[in-house]
Structure formats: structure tokens, C-alpha cells
């Protein structure tokens, strides 16, 4: 994995941390979410430090792409927990609110917090785990595309066959039989 590459994925993890930091400041049944964090980006730092290493074999290097696809579930299996929790947000939403939902969106952000603090704190919620979901997609694509880069290394590790032609190997296809 490239330098640059590793940095901003590390920045992204930082993004993430900060992002279920603040869920967890707003809901505390979210705080086991800043373990899981912690844990993929302690994964993730192992994980470049291996691929870093020049020279490394093929067999070590299926060992990082495994690693990689394993953090990829990992993350895949966090992002559906908060959409389901996102989702949540949303009904707990729309059901505090019931018909004066209109009158609520309509309003400033400052009005929204004094008309119905229970709404306005679903909504903040809810765009929490918009925002922390996107970021998690982000690092599942830059997971995606660090796997294609050891697939890749893989490959040009392999050894190549040697292709012997004959001399009279003729490299155009046999002529059509109706001409």
C-alpha cells in the first residue's frame, strides 16, 4: 500500500473515530461502536505495516489480502448494525412528531430544539449515522482498492511460463475454408 494511500485511510479512520465518538455522545448505547473503531484501525496500521514490507512472499501477501477482506466484513458488518440503527432513529422520528412533522422541518434549527428536543435529538441522530456510514463506505472502498493492489503485487510476483514457439508457428489464424 502506497504511503500516500496509507495516510489518508488513516485520516479517514481518524474521520471515523471522531464520527462515533460524537454518536456516542449523543446516545450512550453507542459506545461500544469507539471498541470496534479502535480495533479496525489497530487491524488496518498491522495490516499496511505487512504489505509495506518489500520482498515480502506470496504466501504473506494472501495473508494481508485476508486480512484486508476480514476488516472489509468487519466494516460491511458495522454499517449494516447503524443503518438498522439509523432506521430506528427515522421511526422514533416520525413517531414523536406525527402530524406536525411539516411544521418541524420548516423551522430553524434553533426553533427545532425548543419545539420538540426529543425530535430535534432523533434528527441529529439520524444525520450522525448518515455521516458515519458514509465515511465507513469510503474506507470499505479504499479497503476494496488496497486488496487490488496486493492482488495485483501477487500476480507480478508469479512466476511467468515460458512460451516456446516453433519456428514455423504461424501467428495469423488459418485462412476461412469458403475462400
Not at 477482506?69 to 414523536?96: C, F, K, P
Not at 430553524?108 to 426529543?118: L, P, R, Y
Not at 488496497?146 to 495485483?152: M, P
Amino acid at each position: 500500500m502506497e504511503n500516500e494511500d496509507f495516510k489518508n485511510s488513516l485520516d479517514l479512520l481518524q474521520q471515523l473515530t471522531d464520527s462515533f465518538q460524537s454518536l456516542a455522545g449523543q446516545d450512550r448505547a453507542l459506545s461500544h461502536y469507539n471498541q470496534s473503531i479502535h480495533a479496525i484501525k489497530q487491524s488496518f496500521k498491522q495490516l499496511a505495516n505487512s504489505a509495506n514490507t518489500s520482498g515480502i512472499a506470496n504466501e504473506q501477501m494472501e495473508e494481508v489480502r485476508k486480512g484486508i477482506t476480514s476488516l472489509r466484513m468487519t466494516v460491511q458488518q458495522m454499517t449494516n448494525r447503524l443503518e438498522q440503527s439509523q432506521d430506528e432513529s427515522v421511526q422514533a422520528y416520525r413517531r414523536i412528531l406525527g402530524e406536525s412533522k411539516e411544521q418541524f422541518e420548516s423551522a430553524s434549527d434553533s426553533q427545532k430544539q425548543t419545539m420538540n428536543a426529543e425530535a430535534y435529538h432523533s434528527l441529529q441522530l439520524y444525520n450522525g449515522f448518515k455521516n458515519t456510514i458514509g465515511l465507513l463506505n469510503r474506507f470499505d472502498g479504499e479497503l476494496m482498492d488496497a486488496s487490488q493492489e496486493v492482488e495485483h503485487e501477487m500476480i507480478n510476483q508469479m512466476p511467468h511460463p515460458n512460451i516456446h514457439l516453433e519456428k514455423d508457428f504461424e501467428n495469423d489464424p488459418a485462412p476461412h475454408p469458403l475462400t
